[in-house]
């Protein structure tokens, strides 16, 4: 899961792109990366968060009114530097490009791409592998025929060959040198693409992100989401473009909802924060049913606050923030490899002893992924003195490794994968375990736009809406994971 932007302004790009990519910094912390166009492609990435990896002197050097922006982590690649968004390629025109989300087909359209096209695939990111198939379908089509310029018609055909070879989620955004920007939404819209305009006194803007909260903070305020299978044309004159190329059934991804995204953005016209209270709401209803109480709610910051908040107004139990997030600790979920996550909890989270001695606490959480952070709490709430520890997941149980862009690719990753709720509570060490419903949580989500009649929820059920993944996909994409984890 990544965060992209792409602007076109009146002035230059990199302010707005900066300030763009500080607010997805939730979506990715292994590294940063922006190219803008003045006459050549400015480029600056490297590892590392967003504050980290610009300063005054490079920010300086990214001139131009275009720009696209990237915050990235690791799914398919190492996790190094030379994997950071975006990629560049001088043939047709000079094309950047970035996106969010991953190919299924990553090792084959690589084989692919230098047996047939005669391109070579540079490093282990497969965005760079959308871009040569993008610059080679572009080439395939004709030009205007009164200059050089790029046409609309051309560009939609340029995707539609996209889609056609590309397989998986992914939302791009493509800057054209001298001649515009593109974005994109794969076919089943399963990682997520917004669109704004701004009309300013010089003249109207345009800008594309992973999440409205973006558009709302850089005052882009006519927005819409791009359909599944659309692409989008801003060219130099600032003129909109848009087709929708392919027509599959919706599918964006419930664990957005759930986990990756601000709560206070807005996807497919639904409110991130407005889901999660309904995912309280939810809960409340099925801890009822177990007839068990509890003498205070608490949330796992961040992003269980807004279900552990409605669950208590439903049940009528005093809540608490009773754990404290180091705030300049990163997401520990999204951090790559076990061995920083375990760190990164160690040092997130800290508990106030007093909301915790002598209570039967109720501790709310997004979700239970690898099991690393529910044990870590439990044993924390016990050390501060809790009487009774319950734990309560927004998500029903992940089981099957996500494929479309989120780093849980292996099965052996999933504490829940072959075991009973009683032995998962075990192994967390708490004295009741709750998860949410399946279907309960789908309708969390679907409660916010009826007309969303589906969504991605492959980790959960083994349903892959794309329709091309065999076990044969999964083994070759688990090797794949285990052979960048370790080396071998």
Same mark, same amino acid.
């Given at each position: ?5 792409? @602007? ?25 990366? @922006?190219?803008?166009?003045?006459? %050549? ?15 005054? %002197? ?15 982590y690791p799914t398919v690649g190492c996790g190094e ?80 060959? /996209? ?33 704004? %305009? ?43 473009? $848009? ?5 599959? #059934? ?11 995204? $601000? ?8 409110? /991130? ?37 409605? *669950? ?35 040092? %997130? ?47 029903? #149980?992940?089981?099957?490794?996500? @494929? ?23 192994? @967390?060490?708490?004295?009741?375990l709750l998860y949410q419903d399946l279907e309960a *949580? ?14 991605? $929820? ?31």
């Amino acid at each position: 899961m990544c965060g992209i932007i792409g @602007i076109i302004n009146n002035d230059r790009a990199v302010r707005e792109l900066y300030d763009g990519l500080l607010a997805l910094q939730h979506r990715g912390q292994d590294a940063a990366g @922006i190219a803008t166009y003045q006459e %050549k492609f400015n480029l600056k990435k490297g590892f590392g968060l967003v504050q980290d990896v610009f300063n005054e %002197k490079n920010i300086a050097r990214l001139q131009g009114p275009m720009g696209i922006g990237h915050v990235r982590y690791p799914t398919v690649g190492c996790g190094e530097g030379r994997d950071a968004q975006p990629f560049t390629t001088n043939i047709p025109y000079g094309i950047a490009m970035c996106h969010n989300g991953n190919l299924t087909n990553f090792a084959e359209l690589r084989e692919e791409l230098a047996r047939r096209d005669l391109r070579q695939i540079n490093s282990d990111c497969d965005v760079e592998a959308i871009l040569n198939v993008f610059a080679d379908e572009l080439v395939r089509v004709r030009r205007d025929p009164e200059g050089d310029r790029p046409t609309p018609a051309g560009i939609f055909a340029a995707v539609e060959g /996209v889609f056609r070879r590309c397989r998986g989620s992914y939302s791009v955004l493509a800057l054209i040198a001298d001649h515009g920007l593109v974005a994109f939404r794969d076919p089943f819209g399963i990682r997520p693409l917004v669109m704004g %305009k701004r009309r300013d006194p010089a003249g109207v803007c345009h800008a594309f992100a992973s999440e409205s909260v973006v558009l709302d903070l850089l005052g882009y305020g006519e927005r819409e989401d791009l359909q599944p299978g659309e692409a989008v044309y801003v060219d130099r004159e600032r003129r909109i473009h $848009r087709r929708r190329l392919a027509v599959r #059934p919706h599918h964006p991804c419930i664990f957005e909802y759930i986990y990756f995204a $601000r709560p206070d953005s807005t996807m497919d016209d639904v409110s /991130v924060y407005q889901t999660r209270v309904r995912l309280g709401e939810e809960l409340a209803e099925a801890w009822r049913k177990t007839g068990r109480t509890a003498d205070v709610i608490m949330p796992v910051p961040e992003s269980a606050r807004s279900a552990a908040v409605a *669950m208590a107004r439903a049940l009528g139990v005093r809540y608490s923030e009773g754990l404290v997030k180091n705030r300049y600790i990163g997401r520990t979920f999204i951090m790559p490899g076990d061995q920083q996550r375990q760190t990164g909890i160690r040092r %997130k989270l800290n508990a106030i002893r007093a909301e915790f001695d002598g209570k039967r606490v109720l501790l709310v959480d997004d979700s239970i992924v690898r099991g690393n952070t529910s044990r870590k709490i439990v044993q924390m709430a016990r050390e501060a003195g809790a009487a009774e520890v319950y734990f309560v997941s927004c998500s029903a #149980p992940l089981l099957y490794p996500c @494929i479309y862009g989120i780093d849980m690719q292996t099965r052996s990753e999933f504490i829940a994968r072959g075991r009973e709720v009683e032995e998962i509570r075990r192994e @967390i060490g708490a004295d009741f375990l709750l998860y949410q419903d399946l279907e309960a *949580m789908t309708r969390a989500a679907r409660a916010g736009n009826p007309r969303l009649q589906h969504f991605c $929820r492959a980790c959960f059920t083994g349903d892959y809406p794309t329709g091309d993944v065999t076990p044969e996909t999964l083994c070759s994409i688990e090797r794949e994971r285990l052979t960048a984890k370790t080396g071998r």
